[in-house]
């Protein structure tokens, strides 16, 4: 059984920063394409960072500079660092699992987490 278990969010104010862990079960996080996607209220999922099972990633440009996603393969885990963080990321971040992943596609992933909740204040 796979499971996406994300941890790591909270509410910080402009220019903070945190770091999302998404801890990952039944599968193996270096033979997938893995992701970060987010979700604000009354807005569609978009996706945030994509990282290839290659190691090619993937950026949305409101990030671009400011996020960094990265994997430990040791501890099966994903990570999002979140860098000079702005009040239009505040959002559910949720992170996903597929044997192929588009960053504009959410749907391309086959897992997802739970989400953890990010609340930048200004």
């Known amino acids: 059984q796979v499971q996406l278990v994300e941890s790591g969010g909270g509410s910080v104010q402009a220019g903070g920063s945190l770091r999302l862990s998404c801890a990952v079960s039944g599968l193996n996080v270096w033979n997938y394409d893995m992701g970060w996607f987010r979700q604000a209220p009354g807005k569609e999922r978009e996706g945030v960072a994509t990282l290839s099972s290659l190691l090619t990633t993937n950026y949305a440009d409101s990030v671009k500079g400011r996020f960094t996603i990265s994997r430990d393969n040791a501890k099966n885990t994903l990570y999002l660092q979140m860098n000079n963080l702005k009040p239009e990321d505040t959002a559910m971040y949720y992170c996903?699992?597929?044997?192929?992943?588009?960053?504009?596609?959410?749907?391309?992933?086959?897992?997802w987490g739970q989400g953890t909740q990010v609340t930048v204040s200004s």
């Open positions: 996903a699992a597929g044997p192929w992943g588009d960053l504009r596609r959410p749907n391309s992933y086959t897992y």
